[in-house]
């Protein structure tokens, strides 16, 4: 039994792999993401269940004690955090994967040095590998996720000559790396690299704005794969290789999906501290007006979209600040049941994470065949009667396609101009992330309802019901 036991671990990876690849590609669409998330899920038991079974397996109890409590945390996790609190969730997940494969990796070298053990070049590059992607991801997400939950300042935070500092600490990093090849039983070098990934973690992220966490969520995610990968290849196990490449890869590729849904590159939004102050400029600029607003009250608001023929939602992170899926969902209700068609324009960088609006849309049950992408929903706008946008900004600013100075040129944009007659609601009138003043709002066929999200869609929704 014992000699076929190795082939048959092997055989469960392959089989374990394949789910994950599918689950991978039933995540590209709303309507088959649950079904993805489950084979994806069967797929890591497997792999789990195949690795215990491994001989290299020293203390089952720990494993499962380790499981009982790791499930517990999912659990209440799954059933305590809000759903606008998912990228927060997000960031640390991403940075406990990448603790995961950082410690994996300090744990072999110790392993190794305690058993008088030599250990390769090629082993101690992978280690070192691993601590350095593990520790960025790490710190890098808990980073993240101060500034998506308000401990830290969303803003960029700069210092003089910050990018000169990175890059010193960086060449420090590979300074060391080069001699611990040569010294590898030095501890004191050991441990001092790992505290300078941890720094380069912090140092990667601070800089970066609060609107360009989706981006920035993506790249972590990427990182955690890869370190995945190398603590595969620190421990020689071929599951966690594949299972780190495939997240690695996905994630990098997500990430470029973001950075062409903002037409901004990778280097550009890590960078160019976009979000600060210096960074709006042209025309369109915070502290220039492009005219007066209009508002409206919610009973003139309800007016209009009761009696129109076709409405298009635009919801944006004002939306899920607010927690006001649900309410949006009733007053989609109430539409349709007049005989008004509903349809959702989700724009892809909308909110603090990737597919953040298809989220909380799919927990206020939203039907999938309602959700538009950008590139399905911008020609339909022209024939639209009222679109409604709820706390989205530059996502839908028209500068964005002529004002060459504003930093958000050129920046694919959901086309809510086009549409007969557009309602946005926004708590104020302050400008989006990028710092400057949304065209939109001032345009004549706009009206304002100010207030928050979840309070002037139950009113829109109360006031309809009366119609």
Known sequence: MDEFLPSGIQLSYLVAASLFILGLKKLGSPATARQGNQSAAIGMLLAVVATMLDRQVLSYEVILIGIAIGSAIGAIAAYKVEMTAMPQMVGIFNGLGGAASALVAIAEFWRVLNAGEFLSVTSLVTILLGILIGGITLTGSFVAFAKLQGIMPGAPIQFPLQQVFNAIILIGFLAGSGYFLFVPGNLPVFFG????????????????????????????????????????????????????????????????????????????????????????????????????????????????????????????????????????????????????????????????????????????????????????????????????????????????????????????ILEVDKAKHTIVIKRGMGTGFSGVQNELFFQDKTMMLFGSAKDVVAQLAAEVKQL
């Open 193 to 412: 690299l790992v505290g300078v990934s941890l720094l380069l973690g912090i140092l990667f992220v601070i800089p970066i704005g609060g609107g360009d966490m989706p981006v920035v969520i993506s790249l972590l995610n990427s990182y955690s794969g890869l370190a995945a990968a190398a603590a595969g290849f620190v421990v020689n196990n071929n599951m966690l290789i594949i299972a780190g490449a495939l997240v690695g890869a996905s994630g990098i590729i997500l990430t470029n999906v973001m950075c062409k849904g903002m037409n901004r590159s990778l280097a550009n939004v890590l960078f160019a501290a976009f979000g600060s102050e210096a960074a709006a400029s042209g025309s369109s600029a915070a502290g220039q007006s492009l005219g007066t607003m209009k508002s409206i009250d919610s009973e003139e608001g309800a007016m209009m979209l009761g009696y129109a023929r076709s409405i298009a939602i635009v919801p944006g992170y004002g939306m899920a600040v607010a927690q006001a899926q649900h309410a949006v969902r009733e007053l989609a209700d109430q539409l349709e049941s007049m005989g008004v068609e509903v349809k959702y324009a989700i724009h892809p960088v909308a909110g603090r994470m990737p597919g953040h609006m298809n989220v909380l849309l799919a927990e206020a049950n939203v039907p999938y065949t309602q959700l538009y992408d950008m590139e399905d929903i911008n020609p339909q706008f022209d024939q639209t009667d009222v679109a409604l946008v709820i706390g989205a900004n530059d996502v839908v600013n028209p500068a964005a396609r002529h004002d060459k100075g504003s930093p958000i040129y050129g920046m694919p």
